[in-house]
T-cell receptor, first 115, second 116 residues
Framework: GAGVSQSPSNKVTEKGKDVELRCDPI?????LYWYRQSLGQGLEFLIY????????KSGLPSDRFSAERTGGSVSTLTIQRTQQEDSAVYLC?????????????FGPGTRLTVL | GENVEQHPSTLSVQEGDSAVIKCTYS??????FPWYKQELGKRPQLIID?????GEKKDQRIAVTLNKTAKHFSLHITETQPEDSAVYFC???????????????FGTGTRLTIIP
């Protein structure tokens, strides 16, 4: 079936504005992960969902960041009052439940630029 | 928490030669070690993974070895080709079979350049 999709692919915003980033995981995948990749850097874990609950939010950099997942499917990452240091590519990945592979498949990412 | 270190940060090899990238991890509970290849401007793509119940896995020109005692694992690419040029990331995680896994902790990446 279709892979992980994310929208928008690119987002340019002004400092102080709020943004919402969307992730559509592979159908049937129960776990969903958000990562952030700054230019030329590695991948930084943000938050992990199992179903609609988030057992691990330890990577969220500040209380300006939040995420939710509804219906065990789509997830939204919200960044409030964006700062220039929030500029990065935000990647999500999903993984299946019983009977599915254990591999994390990544979406294409959303490139966020905060001016 | 888990800490993954990756070396080298950059690696240049002549086409046809072999490339080796090494990673160490800190959490002895980690049992799943994937390797991702990321081409410029694209998403990370899994190229090979290994679980802690095996010491080596091979897929054509790519192989991964795992030493649980020393807590290190390595990626080996043989007969390198120009299309192997990319950034490679190792990662470690605790895998709960069939129910997903905890977060992947990534290494900082190795930029591999294949010289024609």
């Amino acid at each position: 079936g279709a892979g992980v999709s994310q929208s928008p692919s690119n987002k340019v915003t002004e400092k102080g504005k709020d943004v919402e980033l969307r992730c559509d995981p592979i159908s049937g995948h129960t776990a969903l992960y958000w990562y952030r990749q700054s230019l030329g850097q590695g991948l930084e874990f943000l938050i992990y969902f199992q179903g609609n609950s988030a057992p691990d939010k330890s990577g969220l950099p500040s209380d300006r960041f939040s995420a939710e997942r509804t219906g065990g499917s789509v997830s939204t990452l919200t960044i409030q009052r964006t700062q220039q240091e929030d500029s990065a590519v935000y990647l999500c990945a999903s993984i299946g439940g019983p009977g599915h592979t254990d591999t994390q498949y990544f979406g294409p990412g959303t490139r966020l630029t905060v001016l | 928490g888990e800490n993954v270190e990756q070396h080298p940060s950059t690696l240049s090899v002549q086409e046809g030669d072999s490339a080796v990238i090494k990673c160490t991890y800190s959490d002895s509970a980690s049992n799943y070690f994937p390797w991702y290849k990321q081409e410029l401007g694209k998403r990370p793509q899994l190229i090979i993974d290994i679980r802690s119940n095996v010491g080596e896995k091979k897929d054509q020109r790519i192989a991964v070895t795992l030493n649980k005692t020393a807590k290190h694992f390595s990626l080996h690419i043989t007969e390198t080709q120009p299309e192997d040029s990319a950034v490679y990331f190792c990662a470690a995680s605790i895998l709960y079979r069939g129910f997903g896994n905890e977060k992947l902790t990534f290494g900082t990446g190795t930029r591999l350049t294949i010289i024609p």
